[in-house]
């Protein structure tokens, strides 16, 4: 048994141990997740090329250059021009900024509305979470890409509907997922604890219980933005999302593909990877999230 | 004078119909015999002519009727040369100060059903067409305002009567929806019977329509023209994607599509096909128009709409466009190259048309600047979601603006609500819109720019009864250099003075096919020569 003063060393030790640099930190994840350290850079890369798209390329990215037309990519334009002459490479370092804007908007609005939902759902709990829960099983009944049209061809294209548009089929996703970790937490003494003292359900659900399911939530939102990418590009393409002459990447494929595909391929096959790849690395990097929140995953 | 003035109008549309039938292919001895497959990129909302508008009718269902009068077939890019259909001889020569048409009847045509057709059928089509009962559509009654009356006094006599003498007329029997019904059949079945079933005199029978699928027809043999038609049948085949219409052809499942292919298209399937592939071009009765919504602001300014017409750059657009779309033509509001149109001399003196687009652009921006918009402003462009062309001339004429400071969105909507967006809510800045004609009738084409209480197509919600007074000039003028004259006036007040709406870039026609189709010549409209009673195949 160990005595009071050996636990007093054994708590300074714990005191005097070095702190691990954040480096260091990520390097270990690194190390043990490559495929989604490769896909944050992939991130990062994507979200720099956003930020920074006006300083990267000296093209403006809706200008018609009527006299470089269908120009092969070359030095002077690495993805070569489109139609209208604009520079390809320009266009996808500006779409960046469409698919990112759109993704992040959708995903965030998307799995915040179904934290708050699905929490809530699970707290009230009886009558309120039945009915609640039939009303997702109607929204998850569609494949997200049918609801998606559906929502825009009421409240019609632009880039808030197609937003509005991407968020509303991810809600009940996140909430049904975000729900059944509540479901366990309202069982935990301190909610009843804070209903014993009083406190307002709203202050229960947002204090005490909210936090308690982020990392659910934090690998949904990950997991949602290569998705929303997708379904706005796929929007775009069907003519359904941003319109002309707003670089998207999805609405250059459409401009392109049917076109251009053999006479000048560059036009459809660079925004085609574009998509790949960025799809790719938000599907990796929210597999990377996942492994590293989830505590069973982790102790694996 | 009144030889004089003839002479000259047929001096002027031998010109035309020359320039234009440059393109026509010669052609061998018919050959008898083979289907001919074709592609529609359109669906067929009802078998009617008499309401439809769309060529996803004309082209599979046209070939199961007859019209009084058509368009020469042999010479279908003249804008004045029609022969008989079910008439026979001549276009009669009007009497009475021009205002009585008396056409003969062929006595030798049965419909379909087996029934004789007779001056009767034609009257009624007519009074379907022209004075329809209530609650019956009808979507070509305004080209007939000029009739007074329509008479069959005997079995193989036909007389119209007409308000006033107008050069607008026999255009306009000839247009392709005129198709001739049964008067048994509206007698028992009712005016809507044709929306669904048909019975016709055409060249061909109907067999069947799957829909979504093909409209098929087989050779009717009892044709009154005389050893046509020349296939055993055809098959109108659905499809509404591009792509899939172009390899059809390319596959030889299709032979032709008759509305016409982008450039790029044609050149992909020139490549691969080579001499198997004939192509066929012609300028194109449609224009695509931009119309300020003239009940918001600032549109209601006549000096903001003119700096949007002349921020675009048409001879640059029309050089560059026509590589990418189906676009090419510079003109004003009548179709280019009709005696009625402004020569090249004219069109410069519009805004909008200027050689010197610099000076051009710095006049649009002075009157921005006028009219209280010295940093421009930001709106909405309205427009179809279909490529060709409407998407791409959006996306340059948004670009034309914004090299004068307008910052320019576009809204995109697909055909049905674009439409409603324009006839019932009018709920845009500005929009993209078309004016897309068949038998060249310039008189009644331009009717798109009058006062919006008298056109049921003019979208900018405007009144101009300068304009009103000028169009009802024109049409009941018989000296085609006064039409002529009169057209200037109101082709200045409306594209330039008052800049109500304007003509961006006129169609342009292009028709690659497999080389057998033969006989088939392209018209200045996806809606003329639809027929197929002169078509062969050469296999």
Not at chain 2, 426 to 455: E, G, H, T
Request: net charge positive.
């Amino acid at each position: 048994m160990a005595s009071p003063s050996d636990l007093a060393v054994s708590e300074m030790d714990f005191d005097t141990l070095p702190e691990r640099s954040w480096v260091d930190k990520i390097k270990d994840t690194a190390r043990k997740k490559p495929l989604g350290a490769v896909s944050a850079c992939a991130v990062m890369v994507m979200i720099l090329l956003a930020v920074l798209a006006n300083v990267i390329t000296y093209y403006d990215p809706v200008q018609n250059a009527f006299d470089s037309m269908h120009v092969a990519p070359g030095a002077a334009h690495w993805f070569g021009t489109d139609q209208f002459g604009r520079d390809i490479f320009t266009r996808i370092v500006f779409g960046a900024r469409t698919a990112l804007f759109v993704g992040f908007s959708a995903s965030i609005l998307g799995s915040t509305a179904g934290l708050i939902l699905g929490v809530g759902s699970a707290y009230f709990g009886g009558r309120v979470d039945l009915i609640f829960q039939r009303f997702m099983d109607i929204f998850i009944s569609f494949p997200l890409i049918i609801m998606a049209l559906s929502v825009v061809s009421i409240f019609g294209t632009g880039t808030q509907n197609v937003i509005l548009a991407i968020t509303i089929p991810l809600i009940p996703r996140c909430a049904r997922v975000v729900r059944s970790s509540a479901l366990a937490i309202r069982e935990i003494p301190y909610v009843d604890a804070a209903r014993a003292l009083g406190f307002a359900h709203v202050r229960i659900i947002f204090r005490h219980m909210i936090p308690n399911v982020m990392a659910p939530y934090l690998i949904m939102l990950t997991s949602f933005l290569g998705q929303a990418i997708l379904l706005e590009a796929s929007l775009s393409y069907l003519g359904l999302g941003v319109q002309e002459p707003t670089p998207a990447w999805g609405l250059m494929l459409q401009g392109g593909a049917e076109e251009y595909a053999e006479s000048a391929p560059w036009i459809p096959v660079f925004p085609g990877l574009a998509i790949t790849a960025a799809v790719f690395a938000f599907n990796l990097f929210g597999d990377a999230v996942r492994d590293t929140l989830d505590p069973r995953l982790r102790s694996e | 004078m009144r030889n004089t003035r003839m002479k000259t109008l047929f001096v002027l549309a031998a010109v035309f119909a020359l320039a234009l039938w440059s393109s026509a292919p010669a052609e061998a001895a018919p050959k008898k015999g083979g289907t001919l497959k074709f592609v529609v990129g359109s669906k067929i909302p009802s078998y009617d002519g008499h309401i439809e508008s769309t060529f996803g009718m004309i082209h599979p269902i046209r070939p199961f009727y007859s019209l009084l009068i058509r368009v020469n077939p042999d010479n279908p890019a003249s804008p004045t040369d029609f022969v008989c259909d079910v008439c026979e001889g001549g276009i009669p020569q009007p009497t009475e100060g021009h205002t009585k048409y008396t056409f003969k009847i062929r006595g030798d045509i049965t419909f379909h059903s087996g029934q004789k057709l007779t001056s009767a059928d034609v009257k009624a089509t007519y009074d379907k067409i022209i004075s329809p009962p209530k609650g019956i559509e009808s979507n070509r009654k305004a080209f007939f305002s000029m009739v007074k009356s329509v008479t069959a006094p005997d079995p193989k006599t036909l007389v119209f009567k007409l308000k006033y003498p107008t050069g607008a007329f026999v255009p306009a029997l000839a247009l392709p929806y005129n198709f001739i019904y049964s008067k048994a059949d509206l007698d028992k079945h009712g005016y809507k019977w044709h929306q669904k079933n048909v019975n016709g005199t055409g060249a061909f029978r109907f067999v069947q329509h799957q829909p979504g699928a093909f409209v098929e027809g087989k050779r009717y043999d009892k044709y009154h023209h005389k050893g046509k038609p020349h296939l055993d049948g055809y098959r109108a085949i659905s499809a509404p994607k591009m792509a899939i219409r172009l390899q059809a052809i390319r596959g030889d499942r299709a032979a032709i599509e008759f509305r016409g292919f982008p450039p790029k298209a044609r050149d992909d399937l020139k490549k691969a096909l080579g001499d198997k592939l004939t192509v066929q071009e012609s300028d194109w009765n449609c224009n695509l128009m931009v119309t300020p919504n003239h009940k918001r602001k600032p549109f209601d300014d006549a000096r903001v709409r003119r700096a949007l017409t002349l921020a675009i750059d048409r001879w640059a657009g029309s050089k560059y466009l026509s590589r990418i779309a189906i676009v090419k033509t510079v003109g004003g509001v009548v179709f280019p190259k009709h005696p009625l149109a402004a020569t090249k001399e004219e069109l410069v003196k519009i805004a909008g048309y200027w050689p010197d687009i610099n000076k051009s652009r710095a006049e649009a921006k002075r009157l921005l600047k006028e009219a209280g918009y010295p940093n421009g402003f930001e709106f909405t462009l309205h427009n179809r979601g279909v490529d060709q062309p409407y998407k791409v001339v959006g996306t340059w004429v948004i670009d034309q603006w914004r090299k004068i400071g307008l910052k320019v969105k576009q809204w995109v909507q697909p055909s049905g609500p674009f439409y409603a967006t324009l006839r019932k809510k009018k709920n845009f800045d500005v929009s993209i819109d078309f004016n897309c004609q068949s038998v060249i009738n310039p008189l009644v084409d331009v009717s798109k720019f009058i006062s919006d209480d008298r056109a049921g197509n003019q979208y900018g919600q405007y009144q101009d009864r300068q304009l009103d007074k000028w169009f009802e000039e024109m049409n009941r003028e018989p000296d085609v250099k006064k039409q002529r004259a009169i057209m200037r006036k109101y082709e200045k007040r409306a594209l330039d003075e008052m800049a109500h709406q304007f003509v961006t870039l006129w169609w342009y026609k292009i028709n690659p096919h497999r080389s057998y189709v033969k006989g088939w010549k392209i018209a200045p409209s996806h809606y003329l020569n639809q027929h197929l009673d002169n078509v062969w195949i050469d296999k």
